[in-house]
C-alpha cells in the first residue's frame, strides 16, 4: 500500500497539469485564449522604447551564434549566472561563444519563477521554432540548432524585426550622436520606421566634473557652438534637439534616481556651471540645482516641439564599486531604489502645466511600492487636450514580469483609465526581445478574461477585444502621432 501511494505522489500522469508554453500559456480560460488570438496576437509592435543598436540594424548585422545575439550585453542574465556561482569569464569575459552559452544552459534549470525562465524559452520558440526546455542536456543540440537558422538569410537583424511583426522602433541616444545609421536606414529600402530619441542624461552628469567637461567639449565640437556659459549650454543643447527633430526624433527619455525640482535663480545656475567648467566639484545642493533647471529647460525644449517625455525613475545604479571599476556600467549591478518620488514629481509637472508648457509625457516606476502613488500623479495634469496625456508606464526593468506587469496593470485600472494606455515596451539591447510584447499581451488578456468570466465585467467580446488592441497598438500609434 505504501509503495502505491508514493507512486501516485510522485506521478502527475493522472493529472490535469497543463504542458509548458503551449498556445495557452498564462491565458487560464476560453475568454482570455479569445482575447489573445483572435485580437491581440496578430496586432504589429511598436517598440517606442528600447537599447538597440542602430547601426547593427542599419549594417543588417549577422550574428555568428546565438551567444553573439542572447548573452553579449545581457545583464539581466549575467546577474542570475554569477547568482548561480559562474565565474566572470563567462558572462564578460573571454571564453568561447560556445562555452558561455553552455554555463546559461547550466544555470536555466534553477531559474524557475524567475521571468528569465519563460523570456528564455519564448524566445527559442519564436523566431527559432524551438519547443524544447534549455538544460545541459539539450544544450548541445539548441546551440547548434540555433546557430543553423542564424546563419539563414531571413535570420539577420532585419530579419529577427520583420519576422516580429515589428512596424516602429525608438532607439535611445546621446545629443553628440550624428544620427548617421537612422539617416542609412531611411534611405534604404528596409520599411520598419526607426527613430531615434533624445536621451540627454550626460548633460545632467555633473557629479564627476572632469567627464562631464569631456562631454561639453563633445557637445561644443558638434554643435558648432562654443560653451562658456549655461545659456550657451542651452544654445547647444536646442542645436542639437533641433537636429534630432529634423531626423524624425519625436520623444525623449531621462534616466533618473528622482525628479529634481527645487527653486532656483538664472544666476544661480550661470555660477554654477561655471564653477563645474572650473573643474571644482559641486555640493550636494548645487547639483540638485543645476538638474533642476536642466531638467526643466529640456522639458520646455521638448513642449515646443510637440514631444512625449519619458521619465525612468528609481533605479539605484553602480552599487559595486569594484565590479563598475572592472567593467563599467549596465553590467548587472544595479538595483531597485527606495528614492522619495512624489512631492518633487509634483512640483516638476505642475511647474510646466502652470505656464501650459506641460508636454505629453511618460513616467515609469521602478519601485512596487510606488505604483499607487505614480498612478494618481498622472490624474493631476490631464487636461482634456489629449486622451491619456500623462501615462504611467509599463512594468519596467525589475518590473517587467508577470506580477509586476499585474501590479502596473491593477494600479492604473483602479486609478486610472487603463484603456487609455499605450501599452508594453522591450527598454532591451537584445533582438530577440520583442516576445516580451507576446507576454504582456497575453497577461493583459489574462486580466481581462478572468474579470469576465468572474462577471465583473460584461461579457461583450467585441468592446473589449478592440479596447485590447488599442493597448497593444492603436493607443501608441496615436499618441506618438507615428
Request: glycine share 6%.
Given at each position: 500500500m505504501k509503495a502505491v501511494i508514493e507512486q501516485k505522489i510522485t506521478s502527475n500522469d493522472h493529472q490535469d497539469v497543463k504542458p509548458f508554453l503551449d498556445d495557452s500559456f498564462i491565458l487560464e480560460n476560453q475568454t482570455a485564449k479569445i482575447l489573445y488570438h483572435e485580437y491581440a496576437k496578430a496586432m504589429p509592435i511598436i517598440d517606442y522604447h528600447c537599447h538597440i543598436s542602430p547601426k547593427d540594424i542599419a549594417e543588417n548585422r549577422r550574428f555568428n551564434n546565438i551567444t553573439e545575439i542572447w548573452l553579449e550585453g545581457d545583464h539581466y542574465k549575467w546577474r542570475a549566472m554569477r547568482t548561480n556561482g559562474v565565474d566572470e569569464a563567462f558572462c564578460t569575459g573571454d571564453k568561447t561563444p560556445e562555452e558561455k552559452f553552455n554555463k546559461w544552459a547550466e544555470t536555466v534549470p534553477y531559474t524557475l519563477r524567475n521571468p528569465l525562465y519563460h523570456w528564455t524559452h519564448l524566445e527559442l520558440k519564436q523566431p527559432f521554432g524551438i519547443d524544447k526546455v534549455l538544460s545541459p542536456s539539450t544544450a548541445s543540440?539548441?546551440?547548434?540548432?540555433?546557430?543553423?537558422?542564424?546563419?539563414?538569410?531571413?535570420?539577420?537583424?532585419?530579419?529577427?524585426?520583420?519576422?516580429?511583426?515589428?512596424?516602429?522602433?525608438?532607439?535611445?541616444?546621446?545629443?553628440?550622436?550624428?544620427?548617421?545609421?537612422?539617416?542609412?536606414?531611411?534611405?534604404?529600402?528596409?520599411?520598419?520606421?526607426?527613430?531615434?530619441?533624445?536621451?540627454?542624461?550626460?548633460?545632467?552628469?555633473?557629479?564627476?566634473?572632469?567627464?562631464?567637461?569631456?562631454?561639453?567639449?563633445?557637445?561644443?565640437?558638434?554643435?558648432?557652438?562654443?560653451?562658456?556659459?549655461?545659456?550657451?549650454?542651452?544654445?547647444?543643447?536646442?542645436?542639437?534637439?533641433?537636429?534630432?527633430?529634423?531626423?524624425?526624433?519625436?520623444?525623449?527619455?531621462?534616466?533618473?534616481?528622482?525628479?529634481?525640482a527645487s527653486d532656483y535663480t538664472k544666476s544661480e545656475i550661470e555660477e554654477i556651471f561655471s564653477i563645474i567648467r572650473k573643474g571644482n566639484t559641486l555640493t550636494p545642493s548645487q547639483i540638485e540645482l543645476f538638474k533642476s533647471a536642466m531638467l526643466y529647460d529640456l522639458a520646455i525644449m521638448d513642449h515646443a516641439k510637440g514631444w512625449v517625455q519619458q521619465f525612468h525613475l528609481g533605479a539605484l545604479r553602480n552599487n559595486s564599486t569594484r565590479m563598475m571599476r572592472e567593467l563599467g556600467p549596465d553590467t548587472g549591478f544595479d538595483s531597485i531604489g527606495d528614492f522619495s518620488q512624489a512631492e518633487s514629481l509634483s512640483r516638476f509637472l505642475n511647474k510646466l502645466d502652470d505656464t501650459n508648457s506641460l508636454?505629453?509625457?511618460?513616467?515609469?516606476?521602478?519601485?512596487?511600492?510606488?505604483?499607487?502613488?505614480?498612478?494618481?500623479?498622472?490624474?493631476?495634469?490631464?487636461?482634456?487636450?489629449?486622451?491619456?496625456?500623462?501615462?504611467?508606464?509599463?512594468?519596467?526593468?525589475?518590473?517587467?514580469?508577470?506580477?509586476?506587469?499585474?501590479?502596473?496593470?491593477?494600479?492604473?485600472?483602479?486609478?486610472?483609465?487603463?484603456?487609455?494606455?499605450?501599452?508594453?515596451?522591450?527598454?532591451?539591447?537584445?533582438?530577440?526581445?520583442?516576445?516580451?510584447?507576446?507576454?504582456?499581451?497575453?497577461?493583459?488578456?489574462?486580466?481581462?478574461?478572468?474579470?469576465?468570466?468572474?462577471?465583473?465585467?460584461?461579457?461583450?467580446?467585441?468592446?473589449?477585444?478592440?479596447?485590447?488592441?488599442?493597448?497593444?497598438?492603436?493607443?501608441a500609434k496615436s499618441y506618438f502621432n507615428f
Open positions: 543540440e539548441i546551440y547548434k540548432e540555433c546557430n543553423a537558422k542564424l546563419a539563414q538569410e531571413h535570420f539577420t537583424v532585419q530579419g529577427l524585426i520583420k519576422k516580429a511583426n515589428v512596424e516602429i522602433i525608438c532607439t535611445t541616444d546621446d545629443p553628440i550622436d550624428d544620427l548617421r545609421y537612422h539617416q542609412q536606414i531611411k534611405s534604404s529600402d528596409f520599411d520598419v520606421k526607426v527613430l531615434p530619441a533624445w536621451r540627454p542624461d550626460n548633460v545632467m552628469a555633473v557629479e564627476h566634473p572632469k567627464q562631464y567637461n569631456a562631454y561639453i567639449q563633445q557637445l561644443s565640437e558638434v554643435s558648432g557652438i562654443e560653451i562658456n556659459s549655461y545659456q550657451s549650454l542651452l544654445e547647444a543643447l536646442q542645436k542639437r534637439h533641433d537636429f534630432f527633430h529634423e531626423n524624425g526624433c519625436c520623444l525623449s527619455d531621462h534616466g533618473l534616481n528622482y525628479i529634481s508636454t505629453k509625457t511618460i513616467i515609469y516606476n521602478l519601485n512596487p511600492s510606488d505604483n499607487e502613488v505614480f498612478g494618481t500623479m498622472i490624474g493631476n495634469f490631464q487636461d482634456g487636450s489629449v486622451a491619456g496625456k500623462l501615462q504611467y508606464g509599463s512594468g519596467w526593468w525589475f518590473l517587467d514580469q508577470k506580477e509586476g506587469m499585474e501590479k502596473q496593470i491593477n494600479a492604473l485600472s483602479n486609478l486610472g483609465l487603463l484603456s487609455r494606455f499605450i501599452g508594453m515596451l522591450t527598454d532591451s539591447r537584445s533582438f530577440l526581445s520583442y516576445s516580451r510584447h507576446e507576454y504582456f499581451r497575453r497577461i493583459l488578456c489574462n486580466l481581462f478574461g478572468k474579470d469576465i468570466e468572474a462577471g465583473l465585467l460584461p461579457n461583450d467580446i467585441k468592446h473589449v477585444g478592440k479596447i485590447i488592441q488599442d493597448i497593444c497598438y492603436n493607443n
